[in-house]
């Protein structure tokens, strides 16, 4: 049973930066597409962006291209969100979601999730 276990969430200003981490165990790591969900309260779960099996190969949200970047450390099977320039509607429970490819990553297997609150 794979299990994921995001890290990294918190309280930060508005232009402000994190970065989440995602430890993966129990599955193949190496052969499968990561990415990450994200969802505000009252509203519904939605893309953030994944990255592929062999990280050469990324796709984004509109609303967050060219701020975030996901990265994947194959060797230590885990998946990172670097999150720049962050605004005050990127507040939401961050998850970390693994499935066979990107295309499929909405309807993947995900994590507990981390809360990243940003004020303005």
């Known amino acids: 049973q794979v299990q994921l276990a995001e890290s990294g969430g918190g309280l930060v200003q508005a232009g402000g930066s994190l970065r989440l981490s995602c430890a993966v165990s129990?599955?193949?790591?190496?052969?499968?597409?990561l990415g990450w969900l994200r969802q505000a309260p009252g509203k519904e779960r939605e893309f953030v962006g994944g990255i592929s099996r062999s990280g050469g190969a990324t796709s984004y949200a509109d609303s967050v291209k060219g701020r975030f970047t996901i990265a994947r450390d194959n060797a230590k099977n885990t998946v990172y969100l670097q999150m720049n320039s962050l605004k005050v509607e990127d507040t939401a429970v961050y998850y970390c979601?693994?499935?066979?490819?990107?295309?499929?990553?909405?309807?993947?297997?995900w994590g507990q999730g981390t809360q990243v609150t940003v004020s303005s």
């Open positions: 129990g599955g193949t790591f190496s052969s499968s597409a």
């Open positions: 979601v693994i499935s066979p490819f990107i295309a499929t990553l909405r309807t993947g297997h």
